[in-house]
């Protein structure tokens, strides 16, 4: 490979690098939580209002703060796995 063609490809994976960590920031961001959560109460207090449940904002609540609670826990049972897997299992 000629220097130019190094400059190149040292390029092209900062530049790849870069979108990896934006992606890992918005995995992880509040704005991203607050988006799902607000999101999936919604549709669900729709749904409710479809199906004429009495008490669709009230009831809309526990199915939203399950999923919430659910994708709070990822990261946690992430490093639990993470820490019991073998170094040299296949991925």
């Known amino acids: 490979m000629e220097l130019k063609e190094i400059e190149n490809e040292i390029k092209r994976i900062k530049e790849r690098n870069t979108r990896v960590e934006v992606d890992k920031a918005w995995e992880v961001s509040r704005t991203r939580s607050f988006i799902l959560t607000t999101s999936t109460y919604l549709l669900v207090v729709i749904l ?37 897997k073998k170094p040299n299992a296949p991925r």
Do not use: C, D, M, V
């Not at 999923?67 to 992430?78: A, E, H």
């Open 48 to 84: 409710l209002f479809i199906i004429k449940n009495e008490r669709p904002f009230i009831n809309a609540l526990i199915p939203t703060f399950g999923y919430f609670i659910s994708f709070q826990s990822l990261p946690f049972f992430k490093r639990l796995w993470l820490k019991n």
